[in-house]
């Protein structure tokens, strides 16, 4: 008997990546190939090959990523594989459809170009990671090396943008387009990682103060907030201490500034950014 549970768990990993897919083969097809600007991974790689050979960008798409994810099956497991293949074959199909068969207006701003290309193919990256599956073999290579090298894989995929970006400024002789493909990569980088932990607009705080009852008590009554109380020594081990810990939205930091301050004058509040957060922060 088929499990619902897992059938439909597939099919939003397939939505994501489709639809992944094509925000990146338009990212690149509609804006980082006119400008000659590169991206990062394997795309970027076959975007090279297409500067160099003329080959088009999606078949140089497909004998980079295909042979390296097969090759590379015993390091990401089958199923991964299976949706990283589809992935990077409808990605290579619409890189060349949509570059000639489609008339997108011609952008006539380097900027523009950088900007909108590495959104649009951060967006795409990052659905494709959520789909579970991964839209090029660089984690492969990263994998294969670091398993026989012992480096570690972040440093080998930061080692094979570098050489990408490098080969970008002397294939055309020009450091602006080296420079203009960097920002596009960091782009890129930063749309992923919104996707993948969400734009939180949490704030974590730590409140040490030695009236730390007082101040929970004031959180749960003005802010409707929980908190927790942790219990530790100062650094010489001389002196008990406790610290508050508590998690608002943003826009309400000030509020909890002012009743912080209104009980002790001397407490020390800490604000940390919230990368992601699941479940609810309301009763932590």
């Not at 890189?95 to 952008?107: K, L, M, Y």
């Not at 659905?127 to 660089?138: D, E, I, M």
Request: charged residues 15%.
């Amino acid at each position: 008997m088929i499990d619902r549970k897992l059938l439909m768990s597939e099919f939003k990993n397939l939505l994501l990546v489709t639809l992944g897919s094509v925000f990146l083969a338009s990212g690149v097809a509609f804006f980082l190939l006119p400008a000659k600007i590169a991206t990062g991974g394997t795309p970027g790689l076959a975007m090279l090959v297409y500067f160099i050979t003329n080959i088009s960008t999606g078949k140089a798409m497909l004998l980079i990523n295909v042979p390296l994810l097969i090759a590379g099956t015993r390091f990401i497991g089958l199923p991964f594989a299976l949706r990283s293949i589809y992935s990077i074959l409808i990605t290579a199909l619409l890189v060349d459809v949509f570059s000639t068969e489609f008339d997108f207006p011609a952008i006539n701003s380097l900027l523009l170009s950088t900007f909108y290309g590495g959104t649009i193919i951060g967006a795409g990256v990052g659905l494709v990671l959520k789909g579970n599956a991964s839209a090029g073999g660089t984690t492969i290579i990263a994998r294969i090396a670091a398993n026989y090298f012992h480096l570690k894989p972040a440093h080998i995929i930061l080692a094979l943008d570098i050489i990408i970006i490098v080969s970008i400024g002397l294939i055309f002789v020009d450091l602006e387009k080296a420079l203009w493909s960097m920002l596009s990569l960091y782009v890129t980088t930063q749309v992923i990682d919104k996707i993948l932990t969400g734009v939180v607009s949490e704030k974590i705080i730590h409140i040490v103060s030695k009236k730390s009852p007082e101040i929970g008590i004031a959180i749960h009554d003005q802010l409707e907030r929980g908190g927790t109380i942790l219990s530790g020594r100062n650094i010489t081990a001389s002196e008990d201490k406790t610290i508050l810990f508590v998690v608002v939205g943003a826009r309400r930091i000030p509020q909890l500034r002012n009743i912080v301050l209104g009980i002790d004058p001397d407490a020390i509040m800490i604000v940390m950014e919230a990368s992601e957060l699941l479940g609810t922060s309301r009763w932590i």
